[in-house]
């Protein structure tokens, strides 16, 4: 047994590797004949005909409509001036807030609208006052129970 393992196998199980080096470690001529090159005239003829525009479409749209601000207008102009809004702000003091304008309602609207919003109103109360309602009703079927309760144990010691 010793001794098949000091000999040296005739021919190896492994493929050699002399298509792609060679003995001295250079590679072969073999090998630049086996590399891929692409035909890239062919391609752009299969892929990229000229008569053919795979759907693209030039769209000729205007222009943002944005206009330069003019030098001369101090509405455009970033900058702030302290004094100016230190005035608006003075002025806007007395003032009610403008969503207290929105919430207000003209005099001018008819009857029918008013009632129409009042009604209106009126649900949108009950809606959101859900809860409460049934809290109330749970207590109200409690009560009920109670004298239902009541009500057995009277009869019960009538009889």
């Known amino acids: 047994m ?4 000091q000999k040296k196998p005739s021919k190896g ?7 792609v080096d060679t003995q001295d470690g250079t590679p072969s001529s073999s090998k630049r004949a086996k590399e891929q090159r692409f035909d890239e005239i062919n391609i752009m ?3 990229h005909p000229a008569n053919k525009d795979y759907g693209h479409m030039k769209i000729d749209e205007p222009k ?3 206009s330069e601000p003019v030098e001369g207008d101090t509405e455009a102009s970033d900058e702030l001036d302290a004094n100016v809004l230190a005035a608006k702000l003075a002025a806007s003091m007395n003032q009610p807030p403008k969503c207290m304008d929105i919430c207000e309602h003209d005099d001018d609207e008819d009857e029918e609208t008013r009632q ?3 009604e209106f109103e009126k649900k949108r109360k ?3 006052n859900e809860f409460q309602a049934l809290q109330l009703a749970r207590q109200l079927m409690a009560q009920e129970e109670d004298e239902d309760d009541d009500e057995e144990d009277a009869k019960k010691t009538s009889k």
């Open 2 to 5: 010793a001794q098949n393992l």
């Open 13 to 19: 199980i492994l493929k050699t590797s002399r298509s």
């Open 45 to 47: 003829e299969t892929f």
């Open 64 to 66: 943002t409509p944005y």
């Open 116 to 118: 129409k919003r009042l």
């Open 126 to 128: 009950m809606h959101y």
